[in-house]
């Protein structure tokens, strides 16, 4: 099936430092949307995407949808503790509809 | 508003015993996923559906899965036989229906673990 290549696979930072992580895929996207799951819980909508090239803030988060519709990116300024957990993209394909196809996550620990 | 509400968190029980889970969608979301979660990956999609049909049932196994939303609301996933494999996070997700602003923002349970010994 269709696939996301989430990268990188784990991050460990030390609370303070920005973090990068990006999804591309070589199909093409109408929607592109981040998750955080922290243990033992469900994934929750931390920034939903729905323009090529839209550059979109939430608090300290930051997250593009890529201008080729084929990649995003988040970022995170000034992590703190609280931001340990596993970040997940997840697209709706073009000409799909309402599946989200997701990618294996990114693992991020923050060190105090 | 309460979210997605998912039944039972956890469950263990042993090879070819039957299962099943429970999801109660957040009111209003006309639309409602089955994901399984394995350990270490992203969620993949089971099914989907629009109201009270299935609309998409293509990665359910349906040799031994089941699912079912009667009145489209409430929904039910039903594994039987359960196999060692079916060990997972299965997570139960709505939205508003297709269409609808804001497509594609699902909203999860907290999902339930299931574990097949």
């Known amino acids: 099936g269709q696939q996301l290549n989430q990268s990188p696979q784990s991050m460990f930072i030390q609370e303070g430092e920005d973090v990068s992580m990006n999804c591309t895929s070589s199909?093409?996207?109408?929607?592109w949307l981040w998750y955080k799951q922290d243990p033992g819980e469900g994934p929750v909508l931390l920034i939903a995407?729905?323009?090529?090239?839209e550059l979109t803030s939430n608090g300290r988060l930051t997250a593009q949808f890529g201008i080729t519709r084929k990649d995003s990116f988040l970022n995170i300024s000034a992590s703190i503790p609280s931001d340990v957990g596993i970040y997940f993209c997840?697209?709706?394909?073009?000409?799909?509809?309402?599946?989200?196809?997701f990618g294996k996550g990114t693992k991020l620990s923050v060190k105090p | 508003e309460a979210g997605v509400v998912q039944s039972p968190r956890y469950k263990i029980i042993e090879k070819k015993q039957p299962v099943a889970f429970w999801c109660n969608p957040i009111s209003g979301h006309n639309t409602l996923y089955w994901y399984r979660q394995n350990l270490g990956q992203g969620p993949e999609l089971l099914i989907r559906y629009e109201n009270e049909e299935a609309v998409d049932d293509s990665q359910l196994p349906k040799d031994r899965f089941s699912a079912e939303r009667l009145k489209g609301v409430d929904s039910t996933l039903k594994i039987q036989p359960a196999e060692l494999g079916d060990s997972a996070v299965y997570l139960c997700?709505?939205?508003?229906?297709?269409?609808?602003?804001?497509?594609?923002?699902?909203?999860f349970g907290e999902g339930s673990r299931l574990t097949v010994l």
């Open positions: 995407l729905y323009k090529a090239g």
């Open positions: 997700a709505s939205s508003l229906e297709w269409g609808a602003a804001n497509t594609g923002e699902l909203f």
């Open positions: 199909s093409i996207f109408n929607t």
């Open positions: 997840a697209g709706q394909l073009r000409g799909s509809q309402g599946n989200l196809i």
